[in-house]
């Protein structure tokens, strides 16, 4: 299905990129039906609660950065926002589940008091309204079916699946929807036929009642009863006042290339910013990919990153707004520090599409890993960000009432001096910068194309463990690792280390990459 080489625009209607081989197919045949690049991103995310259930659904939320054809650049922020009134702790369900990654567990928080107020509903009706060319049943008609008729479960779904089993075991709901029909006890697995019927049902009432049914009306009652009923903050009000923001792109350059990121008050974006303006500051170019002086940069940036995140934060009233992360002052003092040093510290997917008429949207979305909290008869559950650690670093409980809550979420689009531009965005919670940190560094600094620079092997340093994926030179490991003496070096690759699904539009023609980390698939839309 993916086609990764540029291929010349003449019978080309544009290129997708995504997590799934059903959610690529329902973009592009959105595309072929005339619709635009807008049209095409919002269709290929019904059909991804459909397909990628876990790692994204209309309880949670996302961002969308869209460039329309005149140049004008927006992002539509429908992320979660903190509910109201805040709970006391000893009145909550709220309790830690693990995360089996295989070479590394992680701990999270599920229950009704993990819920936040999902933005994802609006925000696709928002887009809808303003940019999209076809009609909103149009647009569900493929999710709906795909729901009706089944997903077969390919291998990285079902290991989804598996990593974050205890969360929907824990709902005889959610285990009576997705538990495997020939395993008792498992969850869907690989090859298995998973039909959504409830799913399907609530597209068709959204496509019916619009936004308002989820945030009005009688279902609205019935998911603030059981939030509240059983332990959790969420009520009717949040649902009724949550709103889609629009906002400006935080746009900077990086050498000669312009890039257009998710704003603050998301994190990822101005993190990543941060790190490039840093590399610059130090007067430094990165050497050969891969080199133990390159890795070792690298691993100084990602530091340097996550000190001047800790940093900000502690200035910033407990909320992530970051304000002069990006300043001259500030960048020379972290690029002091790393100059001074040896030369040797969640579920999420995403969509790229771009269209023969110049417009690009990138679309990532989030569930967190699912709260186990599910909406009665909709196949949809409910998100669990009040209980992801990444998005509450000065612990949990402390979150401010009615507030957008952060997101390391990072959607973004590349300018390169040679005229193509690149949609990018990845999964991957708290790895999300990092993927794409390196994403933008193979590309520009190492002049990788697309998919060379999609699968070059990464980094991730986090709380001062140095993680190494598969794929290094052994030389350039070990001359690196007498430096982080705390590391772990990965057998092979991982959805832990991010998923960078993205397309290239440019002089040459399209091109796209779908990580194989994270399932992706990539498609060139042929008339």
Same mark, same amino acid.
């Given at each position: 299905?993916?086609?990764?080489?540029? +291929?010349?625009?003449?019978?080309?209607?544009?290129?997708?990129?995504?997590?799934?081989?059903?959610?690529?197919?329902?973009?592009?045949?959105?595309?072929?039906?005339?619709?635009?690049?807008?049209?095409?991103?919002?269709?290929?995310?019904?059909?991804?609660?459909?397909?990628?259930?876990?790692?994204?659904?209309?309880?949670?939320?996302?961002?969308?950065?869209?460039?329309?054809?005149?140049?004008?650049?927006?992002?539509? @922020?429908?992320?979660?926002?903190?509910?109201?009134?805040?709970?006391?702790?000893?009145?909550?369900?709220?309790?830690?589940?693990?995360?089996?990654?295989?070479?590394?567990?992680?701990?999270? *928080?599920?229950?009704?008091?993990?819920?936040?107020?999902?933005g994802m509903v609006k925000g696709l009706f928002a887009i809808h309204r303003d940019l999209c060319t076809l009609p909103f049943n149009v647009l569900a008609e493929p999710a709906i079916q795909l729901a009706?008729?089944?997903?077969?479960?390919?291998?990285?779904?079902?290991?989804?699946?598996?990593?974050?089993?205890?969360?929907?075991?824990?709902?005889?709901?959610?285990? !009576?929807? &997705?538990?495997?029909?020939?395993?008792?006890?498992?969850?869907?697995?690989?090859?298995?036929?998973?039909?959504?019927?409830?799913?399907?049902?609530?597209?068709?009432?959204?496509?019916?009642?619009?936004? *308002?049914?989820?945030?009005?009306? @009688?279902? $609205?009652?019935?998911?603030?009863?059981?939030?509240?009923?059983?332990?959790?903050?969420?009520?009717?009000?949040?649902?009724?006042?949550?709103?889609?923001?629009?906002?400006?792109?935080?746009? &900077?350059?990086?050498? $000669? @290339?312009?890039?257009?990121?998710?704003?603050?008050?998301?994190?990822?974006?101005?993190?990543?910013? &941060?790190?490039?303006?840093?590399?610059? +500051?130090?007067?430094?170019?990165?050497?050969? &990919?891969?080199?133990?002086?390159?890795?070792?940069?690298?691993?100084?940036?990602?530091?340097?990153?996550?000190?001047?995140?800790?940093?900000?934060?502690?200035? $910033?009233?407990?909320?992530?707004?970051?304000?002069?992360?990006?300043?001259?002052?500030?960048?020379?003092?972290?690029?002091?520090?790393?100059?001074?040093?040896?030369?040797?510290?969640?579920?999420?997917?995403?969509?790229?599409?771009?269209?023969?008429?110049?417009?690009?949207?990138?679309?990532?979305?989030?569930?967190?890993?699912?709260?186990?909290?599910?909406?009665?008869?909709?196949?949809?559950?409910?998100?669990?960000?009040?209980?992801?650690?990444?998005?509450?670093?000065?612990?949990?409980?402390?979150?401010?009432?009615?507030?957008?809550?952060?997101?390391?979420?990072?959607?973004?689009?590349?300018?390169?001096?040679?005229?193509?531009?690149?949609?990018?965005?990845?999964?991957?919670?708290?790895?999300?910068?990092?993927?794409?940190?390196?994403?933008?560094?193979?590309?520009?600094?190492?002049?990788?194309?697309?998919?060379?620079?999609?699968?070059?092997?990464?980094?991730?340093?986090?709380?001062?463990?140095?993680?190494?994926? $598969?794929?290094?030179?052994?030389?350039?490991?070990?001359?690196?690792?007498?430096?982080?003496?705390?590391?772990?070096?990965?057998?092979? !690759?991982?959805?832990?280390?991010?998923?960078?699904?993205?397309?290239?539009?440019g002089p040459d023609g399209y091109s796209g990459a779908g990580d194989s980390r994270r399932g992706g698939v990539s498609i060139l839309c042929n008339i």
């Amino acid at each position: 299905m993916s086609k990764h080489l540029h +291929t010349k625009t003449k019978n080309v209607k544009g290129a997708v990129a995504a997590g799934h081989p059903e959610t690529a197919k329902v973009a592009e045949q959105i595309l072929k039906q005339g619709g635009n690049a807008f049209d095409a991103v919002i269709a290929a995310q019904m059909a991804a609660f459909v397909a990628e259930p876990v790692l994204t659904s209309p309880g949670g939320g996302g961002f969308l950065i869209a460039e329309k054809n005149s140049g004008k650049q927006i992002v539509y @922020d429908f992320f979660v926002h903190t509910p109201r009134e805040k709970r006391p702790a000893s009145e909550l369900d709220f309790y830690p589940i693990f995360a089996d990654f295989g070479e590394v567990h992680q701990e999270y *928080h599920v229950g009704p008091g993990s819920v936040a107020t999902p933005g994802m509903v609006k925000g696709l009706f928002a887009i809808h309204r303003d940019l999209c060319t076809l009609p909103f049943n149009v647009l569900a008609e493929p999710a709906i079916q795909l729901a009706r008729s089944g997903v077969r479960m390919n291998s990285f779904q079902s290991g989804v699946f598996d990593i974050i089993k205890p969360i929907y075991l824990e709902s005889p709901e959610a285990n !009576k929807i &997705f538990g495997s029909s020939s395993h008792p006890g498992k969850l869907v697995r690989e090859n298995e036929l998973l039909k959504l019927p409830g799913m399907a049902d609530f597209l068709e009432m959204l496509v019916r009642d619009g936004e *308002h049914a989820f945030y009005e009306g @009688d279902l $609205a009652s019935e998911i603030s009863r059981i939030c509240c009923e059983s332990g959790g903050h969420l009520s009717r009000q949040d649902l009724q006042n949550y709103q889609v923001i629009k906002r400006t792109p935080l746009t &900077f350059s990086y050498r $000669a @290339d312009q890039i257009s990121i998710n704003p603050p008050p998301s994190s990822g974006g101005i993190l990543i910013g &941060f790190a490039l303006r840093l590399l610059e +500051t130090i007067r430094r170019r990165p050497g050969a &990919f891969g080199s133990a002086e390159t890795l070792g940069l690298l691993a100084n940036i990602q530091k340097m990153t996550d000190k001047a995140r800790i940093e900000s934060l502690a200035h $910033a009233d407990q909320t992530e707004t970051y304000e002069g992360i990006l300043d001259d002052d500030f960048l020379k003092r972290f690029g002091n520090e790393i100059s001074g040093r040896s030369e040797a510290n969640r579920g999420t997917t995403h969509i790229s599409v771009a269209d023969s008429d110049g417009n690009v949207a990138g679309l990532t979305s989030s569930n967190g890993e699912g709260s186990s909290v599910m909406i009665p008869g909709t196949g949809v559950m409910l998100n669990n960000m009040l209980g992801e650690e990444d998005l509450n670093p000065s612990g949990f409980h402390s979150w401010t009432p009615g507030q957008r809550v952060s997101s390391m979420m990072a959607p973004g689009i590349l300018k390169k001096r040679n005229g193509e531009k690149i949609v990018f965005g990845s999964g991957g919670s708290n790895r999300i910068r990092t993927a794409i940190l390196q994403l933008l560094l193979n590309l520009t600094d190492h002049n990788m194309p697309l998919r060379e620079a999609t699968d070059a092997p990464r980094i991730h340093l986090e709380k001062n463990i140095l993680n190494l994926e $598969a794929g290094f030179d052994s030389d350039a490991i070990s001359k690196l690792i007498t430096d982080y003496p705390d590391h772990k070096i990965w057998k092979k !690759k991982s959805l832990y280390f991010g998923g960078t699904h993205s397309v290239c539009s440019g002089p040459d023609g399209y091109s796209g990459a779908g990580d194989s980390r994270r399932g992706g698939v990539s498609i060139l839309c042929n008339i």
